[in-house]
């Protein structure tokens, strides 16, 4: 019998991904240019337009430019801070640019329902407001769950797919083909990396109600060609990941060895890593990267179920300010999985 998740507030989707930038239009045409990701709308987001404005719990005045894309099943978001209080330039100021956030639903996408239960368990708003014409009645809120679940999530009602500011502007033309080699048509994962991976599981079951979790112990006894910055490598991992439509959770605790995990966690904190997308040939587009000056920090190559060799690579992207995974699609990793959350 399934268990049901005692969460208070339950998550149904996860449908955006935001990297705070320092200038958004580079950065917009850096990822239609490496990775054929756009067309872009770019729209300016704050004070006076966004109404009720609220920085960690407070009234600010502030405003921010803004690009969405859609990749696939997630809404790929920039921001860049223009004027005012803001929690994207504070991360910047804190750990520089990059992944910034996730946003969530709920069935019923109410977020003053949300926010309340949020608020109640601890988990304090850092930025809210309400958007769009009055009729409307778009929200959004951002929860302070860093701790718990080593990533800042948000929660809206904006309806997918998204209706765009009326201000927007797209950038390129609908119309052009990117000269990318590289296109990214979805991103398939969202990696974290975490000191406890049980721990944090439980505390995306109890807390959002994300889940079931499978644990796997991972590493250089199911790997061979582990690469870590261009150098053979060993090492050991704990990973855990669940799927809440069609994107995956995935927490990775380094337990053993030279890692880019355990890199990050030195660098930045724990927290969020690494975007992942699908590809036939992972060796093909790490070349095609590695040809434009984008070296793989860590990769791997196993045995899949289905008895094909399979691999992934770390490829830390500087003008995207996000590390980006190109991984061959599976149908089950190659390990058996050493525990569940909850447990069976």
């Keep these: 019998m399934t268990q049901s998740s005692p969460a208070r507030v339950q998550v149904t989707g996860i449908k955006q991904v ?12 850096s990822f239609w240019n490496i990775l054929g990701i756009g067309p872009w709308a770019l729209f300016t987001f704050g004070s006076p337009t966004l109404r009720d404005r609220k920085c960690y719990g407070k009234p600010a005045w502030g405003w921010e430019n803004g690009a969405l894309a859609q990749v696939g099943p ?5 921001f860049q801070t223009v004027e005012g209080l803001s929690v994207y330039q504070d991360w910047i100021d804190k750990h520089g640019e990059g992944l910034h956030h996730v946003k969530f639903i709920t069935e019923d996408m109410d977020v003053e329902r949300t926010a309340r239960i949020m608020a109640e368990q601890g988990f304090t708003s850092i930025l809210s407001g309400r958007f ?3 009729e409307y009645k778009g929200q959004f809120c951002y929860f302070d769950t860093i701790k718990p679940l080593r990533a800042i999530w948000e929660t809206s009602n904006a309806p997918y797919p998204r209706i765009l500011p009326s201000d927007a502007v797209l950038y390129p033309d609908p119309t052009a083909i990117s000269p990318a080699r590289v296109k990214v048509t ?3 994962q969202i990696g974290i990396v975490v000191k406890d991976v049980e721990k944090t599981a439980e505390n995306y079951w109890n807390i ?22 261009d150098k053979p490598a060993w090492g050991r991992e704990r990973l855990a990941h669940a799927s809440i439509g069609d994107v995956k959770l995935e927490l990775v605790q380094p337990v053993e060895g030279e890692s880019v995990y355990q890199d990050w966690i030195d660098d930045h904190g724990e927290g969020l890593h690494h975007l992942e997308f699908l590809c036939d040939d992972v060796d093909e587009v790490s070349k095609i990267l590695n040809e434009q000056g984008f070296l793989s920090i860590q990769s ?15 490829i830390d992207i500087a003008p995207l300010h996000c ?3 190109p991984a061959r699609k599976l149908k089950n990793l190659p390990v058996e999985t050493i525990s569940h959350i909850p447990a069976d």
């Design 18 to 29: 935001c990297i705070v930038v320092k200038d958004l239009q580079k950065t917009v045409e």
């Design 74 to 78: 997630i809404e790929l978001e920039l």
């Design 132 to 134: 769009g014409p009055p």
């Design 186 to 188: 979805g991103i398939n």
């Design 208 to 229: 959002l109600g994300i889940g079931p979790w499978e644990i796997r112990d991972w590493g250089s006894h199911v790997l061979y060609n582990r690469f870590y910055h």
């Design 300 to 314: 791997e190559h196993f045995v899949d179920t289905e008895k094909r060799v399979s691999c992934f690579n770390y």
């Design 323 to 325: 590390i980006w995974k």
